[in-house]
């Protein structure tokens, strides 16, 4: 497992809870003697016990050997890491992004940057609906596992299954990945209107637009827009958007509160993955033609400086006739 936050934490705890040897790579040497003495992440997930069989490391040679890796790792660093990694890797070794972001120079989804570092490995990719204290407290949860390759997907079923995280399996990596990315864009959105005290018919109406142009986008780049209507599409969608856990939430709902976007970033402390990824999905859909009101709007206010005014409709953007994408 590459990343000692609280996604790669948990995840290498639930590999551990099925009796595998897991090795959790973080770079802050002293939080690995932390995990391998006291037995917990006091970081991020205090109140996790971690087992006997789950070994964390700041040395990255220590991946070599491992049958499987699970990056959890910023998108920004995302590729750095990959690099540091590769030599310590067999061309036999699946590989699968847990990482909900995109890279920012250009459109690139984590797999990607995978295969151009591993073109012969079999990659995958993890999403959904995955608050990782929820999932650490044993709440029931579920993912899904996106790859082109079935023993891959296999391989991750029985290593991350429990009988409170169950794993589906997708054979669309690239839909699966967007729609983990592409969410985070909204649940900013949904965060302003929560701080602007907003409705629940508000909420509803910003989550379900928001979907419509996930969808819209995920068509035009040849993604298939019904896995959106999956785990790791909608279900991640309500659940990134709905919850007061989520950082991408969070920070929209300081900026709906009246907290710049500065003063924002400084409350929450860590990454805010739809930021990044609202730059980028900004260029593509322009360069595309794709229409986005809500990224167009957001954009604006985040990027332009574009005043809010206490109202949502500047959120929402322009309006579109059209409810349902891809009926006739």
């Known amino acids: 497992m590459l ?10 705890h639930l590999a551990s809870l099925n009796g ?3 090795t ?24 996790l016990s971690l087992k006997d069989n789950l070994v964390a490391t700041s040395a990255i040679q220590e991946i070599s050997n491992s049958n499987s ?9 995302f590729r750095e890491v990959a690099i540091s990694a590769e030599p310590y890797i067999s061309v036999e070794t699946n590989l699968v992004s847990a990482t909900k972001g995109v890279e920012s120079s250009g459109f690139n989804l984590m797999s990607k940057i995978l295969s151009e570092i591993h073109p012969e490995n079999p990659i995958g990719v993890i999403s959904g609906p995955n608050l990782a204290e929820e999932i650490a407290s044993s709440q029931l949860s579920g993912t899904v596992i996106a790859s082109t390759y079935k023993n891959l997907r296999k391989d991750m079923v029985d290593i991350l299954s429990s009988d409170f995280f169950r794993v589906y399996e997708n054979t669309d990596p690239y839909g699966v990945e967007m729609g983990g990315a592409l969410k985070n864009i909204y649940a900013i959105a949904c965060g302003i209107a929560d701080g602007l005290n907003s409705g629940e018919n508000t909420i509803g109406m910003m989550m379900t637009r928001g979907l419509g142009e996930m969808s819209r986008l995920a068509a035009n ?3 298939n827009p019904q896995t959106f209507l999956g785990l790791a599409g909608v279900g991640d969608l309500i659940t990134t958007c709905a919850s007061p856990l989520s950082r991408n939430h969070q920070f929209g709902k300081f900026i709906g509160n009246g907290s710049s976007i500065d003063e924002a970033k400084m409350q929450i402390g860590q990454t805010i993955e739809g930021l990044k990824t609202l730059k980028v999905v900004k260029e593509v859909s322009d360069k595309k033609n794709v229409e986005m009101p809500i990224v167009d709007s957001l954009y604006k206010i ?6 809010l005014n206490g109202s949502i409709q500047k959120v ?6 059209k409810d349902v994408e891809f009926i006739n």
């Open 3 to 12: 990343g000692g936050g609280s996604w790669g934490t948990v995840l290498a």
């Open 20 to 22: 595998y040897e897991v």
């Open 24 to 47: 959790l790579w973080m770079r802050d040497e002293d939080l690995a003697n932390q995990i391998n003495t006291e037995k917990i992440n006091g970081n991020y997930l205090p109140g």
């Open 69 to 77: 890796i699970i990056y959890c790792i910023p998108s920004d660093a």
């Open 221 to 223: 780049l040849g993604a």
């Open 302 to 307: 985040i990027y332009k400086g574009e005043s």
């Open 316 to 321: 929402l953007g322009k309006d579109m006739i």
